[in-house]
């Protein structure tokens, strides 16, 4: 144990440690670069979009009309960047190698108050200024980024410029505005105040490296300044820095009463406001591109992005709160076993008195109990056999996210490797479920393979099927195409299931488990029990130090989650994760033996739900970081999160209940073993 978390502080330790997802490209001068677009995300919405639903410029497009436009055509996408709602097309800016251009037009956009078809177009966009959707590009595989902050540099730390992935689509100002985008124009706040821009010019800045060992160059780094400009025409483009900035205001004639979503709606102004609206609105948008050569070799091009995340100062003082919790459990279980659990032994082996070894008293008066089959033991053995499955897909995918193989600049990679772990991974899940049920003496093998293979998938299958549902009304890029779906069912029933098959048959082939001691054919009868011994307090108490363990942890992956950032430090994850085992095991074996000395024989059931009751404040947790560090607003938005956030919670709960189970039950067979029962 502690040569492995040796091993994974090193890992942790280390900065830059990863495989990178493509081979190095060199382009020559000249040569067109790859920019595509992605979807358009906000902090204050759960729902991502398409970069084609809103009324950008498209590939085509000419900026006098002339040419045919049409929608970027995708680009091939793995399974894990659709679960994610990524959705990658080919961008309509037009970049070569070393050629720069200061102010180039792109397309033009003219919006009329009275046609219903533009009302809807301008709405989309307003709406998504007023809720900081973030434009993400990509270029040569690298994401965009722009500036926020110390953006000259300097020589401490602290002064290293700070970016922050993709750029926004516009900026608000007003009173009643939740954005917290900054504008990037000078005084914007003072010159005008309680308005809408969209930034209609992006200034492009790509950085290469150049080096005998190869010809061309090679990207290194991606950075975007947009800019709101107010362009005369198209003729008379202007994109010095102190041109007027572009308001982004249309009147409320026209539009639907009826939306299909929240970017549809009807934004809320004041009759002032509404008396200064244009009846028709005139965008142009334009872009530059300069180059910068660079000393970052391609090899670190991705620090850029890593050193803009947070300090991992406060990852070590997680890992160290952990330990903590870990040492204070560790003794109070060792106290237990070492002083009170072996005085007990010592003293009922010893017993050489028959009047005083029929006084039994503790956890020995239910030895004849303590291994009767639980009401419901099919469906424990297969909550029990679809933890193991989840906990080895964890393991795994953790173990080679520590070495680099699902790194930031593999897309989708990480929750591909879940999901192929998640599937072949059936065949351990159907071998517990059935070695357990057999130990319990269960007969009905048919019945606990096929809820094995099927109970879990369809409650998960079913709450993603409605949330899926609700993603498609809503018209976002996340809801998943119906050919993913058959996909996932094909993957399901014709992969996952028979590899359950397979481990249950190996699971029934072998002998049951020999329990220490023999069950008596009459229940003893379990006395009136104290308030921390009953059930539900008792997977209160048992679900908070494991909780504890990972609560800071779990901030960072909220937050990268749902506030669209990177998360990388799986070196830090793993040593949580090991910790997380570790006192959730301790913790449900401390709670075991307190109710078997309270002669409560019901250990099964208690022991998976003690193990699992971090997850209830896993999803409090959730639902409190929703309320006080997400600006998200609206009743699908809760509704999505909500869901997502249960389907966690229960990944969460299956995964402790499993180990919690595992562990109390090699805990009770233990000390069973060693005492001496006529």
């Known amino acids: 144990m502690m040569r492995l978390l040796l091993v994974l502080l090193v890992v942790a330790a280390t900065k830059g440690f990863y495989l990178p997802g493509v081979a190095p490209r060199s382009f020559e001068e000249g040569e067109a670069l790859p920019l595509h677009v992605n979807r358009l995300d906000s902090t204050e919405s759960v729902m991502p979009f398409d970069y084609y639903y809103f009324d950008f410029c498209e590939p085509g497009e000419t900026p006098d009309g002339t040419g045919k436009a049409h929608e970027g055509a995708k680009v091939s ?62 270029l040569d595989n690298l994401p965009v980024a722009e500036c926020t902050a110390n953006c000259r540099g300097g020589a401490r730390p602290q002064d290293q410029p700070y970016y922050r992935l993709g750029f926004p689509v516009g900026c608000s100002i007003g009173e009643a505005s939740k954005s917290m985008t900054v504008c990037t124009i000078n005084n914007i706040n003072n010159m005008y105040p309680k308005e809408v821009f969209i930034n209609n010019h992006i200034d492009i800045i790509v950085k290469y490296h150049q080096a005998p060992e190869f010809t061309g160059s090679r990207i290194v780094g991606i950075e975007v300044r947009p800019r709101s400009i107010k362009h005369e025409s198209l003729d008379n483009l202007s994109c010095d ?79 160290v709160n952990s330990l903590i919790i870990v040492v204070f459990l560790s003794g109070m279980l060792g106290v237990i076993l070492v002083r009170t659990l072996h005085k007990d032994i010592n003293r009922y082996n010893q017993s050489e008195d028959k009047e005083e070894a029929q006084e039994e008293f503790g956890w020995k008066l239910v030895h004849g109990d303590v291994f009767r089959s639980p009401g419901g033991g099919i469906y424990l053995s297969c909550l ?94 996340a809801a998943v195409p119906f050919g ?44 009136p029990q104290s308030v921390y011994t009953k059930g539900f307090p ?76 971090s997850a209830i404040y896993l999803f409090i947790y959730q639902l ?46 233990r000390i069973y073993s060693v005492i001496k029962v006529d």
Not at 557 to 577: A, D, E, P, Q, R
Request: charged share 15%; hydrophobic share 45%.
């Open 77 to 138: 996408e793995n399974l894990g960047q659709i679960l994610l709602g990524e959705r990658i097309r080919n961008a309509p800016y037009h970049i070569k190698m070393l050629e720069g251009q200061s102010c180039a037009a792109v397309c033009k956009r003219s919006y009329k108050a009275g046609v219903r078809g533009d009302v809807i177009r301008f709405r989309r966009i307003f709406n998504a200024i007023r809720k900081d959707y973030m434009n993400h590009w990509i």
């Open 241 to 319: 820095i102190d041109a007027p900035p572009q308001p982004f205001r249309l009147a409320h004639k026209g539009g639907p009463k009826m939306a299909h979503n929240q970017l549809e709606k009807e934004a809320v102004e004041t009759e002032e406001e509404k008396k200064t609206d244009p009846e028709q609105l005139d965008v142009i948008y334009s872009y530059g591109v300069f180059f910068e050569e660079s000393e970052i070799k391609w090899a670190s091009r991705w620090d850029t992005y890593l050193q803009s995340s947070e300090s991992t100062s406060i990852h070590w003082f997680s890992i």
């Open 624 to 669: 409190i970081f929703y309320f006080k560090r997400m600006e998200a607003d609206g009743r699908s938005s809760l509704f999505l999160y909500t869901g997502y956030s249960l389907m966690g919670s229960l990944v969460f709960f299956l995964m402790t209940g499993t180990l919690g189970f595992l562990g109390c039950y090699a805990f009770v067979r």
């Open 538 to 613: 008792a997977m209160l108490m048992g679900g908070i130090l494991p909780f504890g363990c990972i609560f800071i942890q779990l901030f960072f992956i909220l937050n990268s989650i749902w506030g669209h950032k990177m998360y990388y430090v799986f070196g830090f994850l793993f040593l949580v994760f090991i910790i997380l085992v570790i006192t959730t095991i301790e913790s449900t074996i401390l709670l075991c033996y307190f109710h078997l000395c309270s002669e409560n024989y019901h250990w099964w059931w208690r022991s998976f739900a003690t193990g699992g009751a």
């Open 384 to 477: 029990v056999g679809n933890g193991v499955q989840l906990l080895a897909m964890t393991v795994v995918t953790l173990f080679f996210a520590c070495l680099g193989f699902l790194s930031p600049a593999t897309r989708g990679g990480l929750m591909t490797a879940l999901i192929t772990l998640w599937v072949l991974l059936g065949t351990p899940a159907g071998y517990v479920s059935a070695r357990l049920y057999k130990t319990m003496g269960g007969e009905q093998w048919k019945r606990n393979v096929m809820l094995t293979a099927t109970l879990v998938p369809s409650c998960f299958f079913m709450i993603f099927f409605i949330l899926n549902f609700v993603l498609w009304v809503q018209q976002s890029s």
């Open 484 to 527: 993913t779906l058959v996909a996932l069912a094909v993957l399901w029933f014709f992969v996952s299931v028979p590899l359950t098959f397979l481990g249950a048959y190996m699971g029934f082939k072998r002998p049951a488990l020999d329990q220490p001691v023999r069950t008596n054919q009459i229940p003893r009868q379990i006395p």
